[in-house]
């Protein structure tokens, strides 16, 4: 093997000497987590090592599920102390599993800049674009070739974090790893269309509800929107249905702030989601016990949509009216 990173060389050294292990990703996965862990379970059948992705019984998988090589998902934790590898987890509470009753080394493979540094072997990097280009930087140090369903489960993970090589996580590694896996076979298009082309009517009708009624912040240079229960009900869209909308309010010109507040009819009450282009807004999810990236990150309240709208809001022009932010 090249000279490589320690850390990255630790976690490749452990991975050849695995037997059987035990694959989690962070709570309500999204696609990077999945195409991270897709990766990773490719990786382990090329290796001859045993390996499951594990999620807790009510985590519900985004519909990327069904196009990527994830085999049988299995709802629960893995055999008592087996390794657990960690993908694209900031921190062990994080994790869609509960792990009160773990006692297995676990290696922590992640991007998110706030990562708490858990676990036994821990590969993080808060520069990389995603989880799903550091399990392409393992694959290219093992020396090993994803299959084509794989990586396109990888490219897809990487496109999606980066709002398809659109922020500025997007590094020229990033590019570089993209294009070592379109030389792999993956064809660009295809994963455009299976992340960004599947919506349907009711969902472009949510849209229109959530742009319709966001309110201007500080002179526009924030939108916060709000979708009520009521909402998915009249565009008849289902919850999971919101995917881009934030990322619309904050591509209006000056804005600099964009959050979209969401009302659940299960778990926490309210799901919140922040984007930026120059504010640093996991500070903010921080102060309601959220977190995630600079430019993108989220919280959970069990307050309600209205009250954590007008919370938001009066937030938000203080941050951008003082020198604070
Ligand atoms: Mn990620």
């Known amino acids: 093997m090249k000279a490589l990173p320690a850390d990255l060389a630790a ?19 999204d696609t990077d987590a999945l195409g991270a862990a897709a990766g990773m379970l490719d990786l382990f059948a090329q290796l001859g090592v045993e390996s499951r992705l594990h999620v807790d ?26 390794p657990l590898y ?40 808060g520069e990389a674009s995603s989880t799903s280009e550091l399990v392409c930087d393992i694959a290219r140090a093992l020396e090993l070739r994803p299959s084509l369903q ?24 990033t590019f570089d790893t993209a294009g070592w896996l379109v030389g792999l076979g993956v064809d660009v298009t295809t994963v455009f269309t299976l992340l960004y082309e599947q919506g ?58 964009a959050a979209l507040v969401k009302e659940q009819s299960r778990g926490p009450r309210v799901r919140v ?5 120059s504010h640093d807004v996991s500070e903010i999810a921080a102060l309601k016990g959220g977190g995630g990236h600079r430019l993108a990150a989220g919280f959970s309240s069990d307050d309600g949509p209205v009250e954590v709208t007008m919370w938001l809001s009066s937030e938000l022009e203080k941050r951008l009216l003082t020198a604070s932010c």
């Open 57 to 82: 019984q009510e985590e519900i998988l985004p519909f990327e599920e069904r196009h990527f090589p994830l085999g049988t998902v299995i709802r629960g934790l893995p055999l008592a102390g087996l």
């Open 11 to 29: 976690v490749c050294r452990r991975m050849q000497t695995e037997r059987s292990v035990g694959l989690a990703v962070h709570e309500r996965p």
């Open 150 to 173: 794989a990586a396109e489960a990888l490219f897809a993970g990487i496109s999606f974090d980066t709002g398809h090589f659109r922020h500025d996580s997007a590094s020229a590694a």
């Open 273 to 277: 989601s922040l984007r930026s282009s």
């Open 200 to 257: 349907s009517v009711e969902a472009l009708r949510l849209w229109a509800r959530a742009i319709a009624g966001a309110r201007v912040v500080a002179g526009g240079r924030a939108l916060v929107a709000t979708l009520l229960l009521s909402d998915y009900a009249a565009a008849g869209a289902s919850e999971e249905e919101t995917e881009g909308i934030v990322d619309s309010l904050r591509s209006v010109d000056g804005v600099e702030l």
């Open 86 to 125: 960690a993908l694209d987890c900031g921190s062990l509470e994080r994790l869609a599993l509960p792990l009160e009753t773990w006692d297995g080394i676990v290696v922590n493979i992640d991007h998110h800049h706030d990562n708490a540094r858990f676990g036994d072997v821990v590969y993080v990097r």
